[in-house]
């Protein structure tokens, strides 16, 4: 599981990345960006991967939790929000995630057990509205979104979520 010193450590590498292009002459447009690969807080928590396509976009995010992680792949629509650098954008997609077996330790009133928590796979859809802003001096974007999702795992049991998020990414 990536921890947050690697975490760290790839956003420095890829800050370098874009420095080193823009010392070689190369154009970085501060106003938009091609791709760009950050982290998102929230349910779905993990690292994140954009690539625009004009005006849509694809975007990947590797979840990570305590004993799980999950793919999800979102095609989104981008759209001006009236202020230079914000757009606003939707979409829709879907994810796969896989929680291996595991024990954990938990407390029932006094007493302390081990519980077995069975292995489950889970499929689902996956949709996508928020806001993004591109701060212009710098390669950075952040964005606040809501991604609501239903989901269906190998138990037969269902899911839905809001799953809202802030992310934050290196443009380049």
């Not at 921890?3 to 823009?22: D, E, G, H, R, Y």
């Not at 349910?43 to 590797?62: D, R, V």
């Amino acid at each position: 599981m990536i921890n947050l010193k690697q975490t760290l450590i790839l956003c420095v590498m890829l800050s370098s990345i874009t420095a080193v292009k823009a010392q070689n002459g190369l154009a970085i447009n501060t106003n938009s960006y091609q791709n760009a690969i950050g982290l998102r807080a929230g349910p779905t928590s993990g690292l994140t991967f954009k690539h625009f396509m004009g005006n849509n976009a694809i975007e990947g995010i590797l979840g990570f939790w305590h004993s799980g992680f999950s793919l999800t792949g979102l095609y989104e629509v981008h759209a001006n929000a009236g202020l230079p650098g914000l757009k606003w954008y939707y979409g829709g997609g879907g994810h796969i995630a896989v929680q291996p077996s595991s024990y954990y330790y938990k407390q029932n009133r006094n007493d302390y057990y081990y519980r077995y928590r069975d292995q489950g796979v889970a499929i689902g859809v996956d949709g996508i509205v928020g806001l993004e802003y591109k701060i212009k001096p710098i390669p950075f974007a952040i964005s606040l979104d809501i991604k609501p999702l239903i989901e269906i795992n190998n138990h037969g049991g269902v899911f839905t979520g809001l799953d809202p998020g802030l992310g934050i990414k290196l443009t380049f």
